[in-house]
């Protein structure tokens, strides 16, 4: 009987997402938080030398930083969509990246005209639900890529979200906790800064 045509039946998962943009989306996305995550640290960090020459150095720069970051963000998801259509839960990239899309596209039209409140109320719940829909394909790649540990993390990181939406809400009737929202926030932006850098290190060790 004749071979199969599709050659890439025959290649293990690691280097069919090897063979995709997936490695170098997720390196992007990866530089892109580091980026913001500096240019923020210049910010608080600049009011405190007195010299208001290199404070608006900063803030100019930081403006640009954020701008390239978001541009960064935008491309690295895209590429992401490159996924192997054998990967499971390969649609959640596509949610993630149509929902980012809306979410821009209500910034914008924000900053053009005054958008009611409800309008900037959905944006936010738009921007969780791609937040979330990414994180539950960085879970996918990493089952994948057989890195559970990886995909832990990601679960990890879901969990926390959960629990700083339920803080924030609670909140609003007891501000004490708006410290338990700020914790459960900074604690999900460093496991989130982990798991990026770690998957791309495995993947570009595949």
């Keep these: 009987m004749g071979k199969p045509s599709n ?4 290649i293990n998962p690691a280097k069919q997402l090897k063979q995709t943009k997936v490695p170098t989306g ?3 996305l990866f530089a892109s938080l580091a980026l913001t995550t500096l240019s923020l640290i210049l910010l608080i960090i600049a009011p405190f030398t007195g010299n208001s020459g290199l404070i608006a150095v900063v803030v100019f720069g930081v403006l ?3 701008v ?3 541009l960064m963000a935008v491309v690295g998801k895209l590429l992401c969509l490159t996924a192997p259509k054998e990967m499971a839960g390969r649609a959640t990239i596509y949610i993630s990246v149509i929902f980012d899309l809306i979410s821009i596209s209500i910034n914008v039209l924000n900053r053009i005209s005054t958008l009611p409140k409800i309008v900037s109320d959905l ?3 738009i921007a969780a639900i791609a937040y979330v829909s990414f994180l539950l394909f960085l879970k996918q790649v990493a089952e994948f890529i057989h890195k559970n540990n990886l995909a832990k993390d990601a679960e990890g990181i879901l969990l926390i979200g959960i629990g700083l939406i339920v803080t924030l809400g609670l909140a609003t009737i007891f501000p004490i906790l708006a410290l338990l929202t700020l914790l459960f926030f900074l604690i999900g932006v460093i496991r989130y800064y982990k798991l990026l850098m770690n998957l791309s290190e495995a993947m570009q060790s595949l």
């Design 26 to 28: 997720i390196s992007l």
């Design 7 to 10: 050659s890439r039946q025959n």
């Design 64 to 66: 640009i930083a954020f």
């Design 68 to 70: 390239l970051a978001q």
């Design 123 to 125: 944006q936010t719940m």
